[in-house]
């Protein structure tokens, strides 16, 4: 298995611009979850979906931030308009269950704002 | 809420020493406890995992952790470190009941060779 894919790897925009950040789980999880890094509050979870529904949304900072999961193999974190303490590291995983099942995290998005 | 709590934000070792990383949370119930690695420049993955049984869990890499109930915490340790060993460990937890697992904040470990 090709393991979770996430592009762009990297993405650099100005401010004010629309960013959409796609994730592939791996194939036969059902639960996928986005999180963002930063040297300031760490690892946070934004939102997770099972069977591509929605479960939990709460860590989603703020309205500008929206994630959608049309399909088992597909997700979208989109931000827009940006601003530049958006910028951070981006990571999508999966698992196969929820209850605390291992995560297997994709590569990362870097996404600089400026 | 539940929270995961990593005391020490960075930690420098010389090659061969002895590692222990404290991790300690804040829940009641039954949990599932991991450790996850992050080696620079690359993406999270899983070191080591508790969900039940014998509270002291091997891992790869020579990693283990210990599952203390009482005291709340699943320290990670190694008997001897390597210079590869640099990296940063982030301590999880998921409560039984839930999906949603919570990171500590991370323990940057620097290894001098």
């Known amino acids: 298995d090709a393991g979770v894919i996430q592009s762009p790897r990297h993405e650099v925009t100005e401010m004010g611009q629309e960013v959409t950040l796609r994730c592939k789980p791996i194939?036969?999880?059902?639960?996928l979850f986005w999180y963002r890094q930063t040297m300031m509050r760490g690892l946070e979870l934004l939102i997770y979906?099972?069977?591509?529904?929605?479960?939990?949304d709460s860590g989603m900072p703020e309205d500008r931030f929206s994630a959608k999961m049309p399909n088992a193999s597909f997700s979208t974190l989109k931000i827009q308009p940006s601003e530049p303490r958006d910028s951070a590291v981006y990571f999508c995983?999966?698992?196969?269950?929820?209850?605390?099942?291992?995560?297997?995290f994709g590569p990362g998005t870097r996404l600089t704002v400026l | 809420a539940q929270s995961v709590s990593q005391h020490n934000h960075h930690v420098i070792l010389s090659e061969a020493a002895s590692l222990e990383l404290g991790c300690n949370y804040s829940?009641?119930?039954?949990?599932?406890l991991f450790w996850y690695v992050q080696y620079p420049g690359q993406h999270l993955q899983l070191l080591l995992k508790?969900?039940?049984?014998?509270?002291l869990v091997k891992g790869i890499k020579g990693f283990e952790a210990e599952f203390i109930k009482s005291k709340f915490s699943f320290n990670l340790r190694k008997p001897s470190v390597q210079w590869s060993d640099t990296a940063e460990y982030f301590c999880?937890?998921?409560?039984?009941?839930?999906?949603?697992?919570?990171f500590g904040s991370g323990t940057r470990l620097s290894i001098r060779p």
């Open positions: 829940y009641g119930g039954t949990v599932n």
């Open positions: 508790y969900f039940s049984g014998d509270p």
């Open positions: 999880a937890v998921t409560p039984h009941y839930a999906s949603k697992i919570i």
């Open positions: 979906f099972n069977n591509n529904v929605p479960i939990d």
């Open positions: 995983a999966s698992s196969r269950q929820g209850q605390g099942d291992t995560q297997y």
């Open positions: 194939s036969g999880h059902d639960y």
